[in-house]
């Protein structure tokens, strides 16, 4: 029987019923996509079939260590990338020299800078975090503990590479300026692809993250950006979300761009809205040189909700989760 009092209940749920309808739409609406885990993220179109190695890993329900370390391997070993690992273009000097770094749900992190000769950075730097006490290694050191961890020591500058170097002394008077003088390699162009980036969230809902690069092209030698600095080129607080980034690393390493976009998003802004702001840092202490370098920041929170933003257009970031495999996002940014 309709009584009153159950009408008043009813009443009752229809209307929080309504609000909570109300308060879902009104997230979707102010919300950027949130996934369920697992997921992965990365910076540029490289990272699509990074992405690729990366979710054979989360879909069999391993660790998000696991597949952020295996999917940056792949830009790492591409014979036609020449921003990041094997086939990285060398620095001023003729060196190839490369940095990486890696962090876990636990704050675990291993980084290599300057290494030379090795392959996989991002795999030495995961030994780094397992095998020693210490965070970072650099150069020579980088080199000899990789080798004495059975890595390969390896050529790594290409026929290509070499010919890119030496039409770069032509006109470079073998002075670097952030390699922007060079529109071919300019940071965030097209050809300048600059750094993987990746951050996952595996089944279980931990994070990890990863970056990896050559660094600038025809950089001074010895010249180390941000992504092999954690905090810098990447971070990753398991109980907020993980941040990672591209671009001209000086400018990153004097914001601590990525330990800011996890920051921030501790305090409740959105991973766009995050990357965001610290892109406006950037532009806010340098603006004249902000109008002509490329950053770029991409996040995750811990909702699997993700966002990226650059100074320049033409950034783009891959997604891929159980609903999408090759998403391809355009970044947007402050130019
Ligand atoms: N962030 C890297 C660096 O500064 C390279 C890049 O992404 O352009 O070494």
């Not at 770069?168 to 965030?188: F, R």
Request: contains cysteine; proline residues 4%.
């Amino acid at each position: 029987m309709f009584n009153r009092r159950k009408f008043i209940q009813l009443s009752a749920v229809g209307a929080s019923l309504t609000a909570l309808s109300k308060s879902a739409v009104a997230k979707t609406l102010i919300s950027p996509p949130a996934s369920t885990p697992p997921i992965v993220i990365s910076t540029w179109d490289f990272g699509i079939p990074a992405n690729k190695e990366a979710w054979k890993v989360l879909e069999k329900g391993g660790r998000a260590l696991d597949a952020v370390e295996a999917g940056v391997r792949v830009p790492e070993a591409d014979m036609n990338n020449h921003t990041v690992g094997r086939a990285g273009y060398p620095d001023r000097d003729g060196h190839v020299t490369l940095d990486a770094c890696i962090m876990d749900e636990f704050g675990n992190c291993g980084s290599v800078a300057a290494i030379e000769n090795i392959a996989h950075p991002i795999s030495v730097a995961r030994l780094v975090m397992e095998k020693t006490p210490h965070v970072m290694l650099v150069g020579d050191g980088a080199r000899q503990f990789a080798l004495e961890h059975g890595f390969k020591r390896e050529k790594l500058l290409t026929a290509e590479s070499e010919k890119a170097w030496k039409e770069w002394l032509k006109t470079a008077k073998y002075s670097p300026v952030m390699n922007i003088e060079n529109k071919q390699h300019a940071p965030g162009n097209k050809y300048n692809h600059d750094t993987i980036g990746m951050l996952a969230i595996d089944a279980k809902g931990n994070i990890s993250g990863a970056c990896t690069t050559s660094g600038m092209a025809f950089k001074l030698h010895g010249r180390v950006g941000d992504s092999p600095i954690i905090g810098a080129g990447l971070y990753v607080d398991n109980e907020v979300g993980g941040a990672t980034s591209t671009g001209v690393g000086e400018e990153v390493i004097r914001n601590v761009g990525s330990f800011l976009v996890v920051e921030l998003m501790r305090q409740g802004l959105s991973p766009e809205d995050a990357c965001k702001e610290a892109v406006n840092r950037i532009i806010k202490k340098k603006p004249e040189t902000a109008k002509n370098i490329q950053v770029g920041f991409l996040a995750i929170n811990k909702k699997g909700e993700y966002g990226a933003y650059a100074i320049q257009q033409g950034f783009s970031f891959a997604v891929c989760n159980a609903d999408k495999q090759d998403l391809l996002i355009k970044g947007k940014s402050f130019y």
